[in-house]
């Protein structure tokens, strides 16, 4: 009955391997492409780079360094079969010994026999498994490199990568002057440059991030003629208070929150090393102010508004830390919730121009932390 089993999962498990594999789409590449970005061009599809293992043990045939791991497949299905091999000239020795030392005993001569017998059914299995497997499917003994197609990265957002990808020759791009340039693949795409990245499907207009320490690629209160903004490599809170008013006016920007945001989200798209190299006045958030609401909250306080129109406004980190605790201990000391400090206010905190703008945005926008650190 076990046999009887044992035949029935052979064949079952031999059979799983007549899938046939469906065909590849190219899924985008050209061939030039495909090699040029490191991968294989097999049967007009694009094959990525077959994942490679760090052999730091000696196995089989391979000794060291980084392998197909197809290789390592093949050695190891090699060494199983010089195992069972040696295994069953073990085995044979063995009852050759106890069939020696039986002494007409038929019953350890039995026990002998059926270890030869075993030994010679295993090793027969162990050797022709080779030519069973090769008939039923080759792949099964060939053990070729995996054949995986590669993806072709998409460009969906509006912020180029810092250099031209690999898998590309060349881009065009337009300069803020609306010059246009050539890049090459491995070229840095500087701020403010408008390019085009991908073919095809995955094509994309970005603009690009790359620039100097010590500031940050951030939209200008400026647009171009097709009424993009213009960036350039500048300080957070210069770009902030240049969303004025006028500009978002003029640029058909909503007067809210979601306009100094366009700064804030420059800052998050900038390379981390360009974040954290700037001053420490310099990280912080925009915030939008209503002069209108603002004046009409001080007042309540006789606090006179010293913020000239709306707009954005610069809170950096240290004076929000500030605000936020006077604001938090007056919570505290007077049993009020949030809401009613953020509204009421109080005397006696010495609101700054810089002050007002923070206590903006620990009240109503929210969040402890300055966006991209």
Known sequence: MFKKH?????????????IVTPALAQGG???????????RWYA????????????????????SGKIDISKYIENLYTFGVGAAGVLAVIVIMVAGFIWLT???NQENIGTAKGYITGALIGLIIALGSYTVMRII???LV?????????????YLSDFCPEKVPTSQETINCTD????????KSGDEIKCGWRCQIGSGDNQNNCTGMTGPNGKLCLPLAQTDKSNNLIFDNQLPSGACKNFNDDFTSKAGLPEEQSTCQKINDGITTNPKARITSLANDERGSCVWINIKWLSDLLAKADITNTLPTDGCYWCDQNTYNIISGELAAKI?????????VCNGLFTGIGWTQTKQVCMQQWCFIGGPNPVGY
């Open 29 to 39: 590449w050209t061939e030039a492409e495909c090699k040029q970005a490191g991968n």
């Open 44 to 63: 007009n599809t694009c094959i990525a780079k077959a994942p490679e293992l760090d052999l730091e043990v000696p196995f089989g045939q391979l000794t």
């Open 176 to 183: 803020p002057t609306g010059q246009q340039v050539t890049l």
């Open 6 to 18: 044992l035949l029935q999962f052979f064949f079952l498990f031999c059979l799983a391997f007549l």
């Open 332 to 340: 505290s000391e007077n049993h009020k919730t949030k809401y009613e």
């Open 142 to 154: 060939i053990f070729a490199p995996l054949r995986i197609p590669a993806i072709k990265q998409a």
């Open 102 to 104: 039986a002494g007409g």
């Open 137 to 139: 499917n080759p792949s």
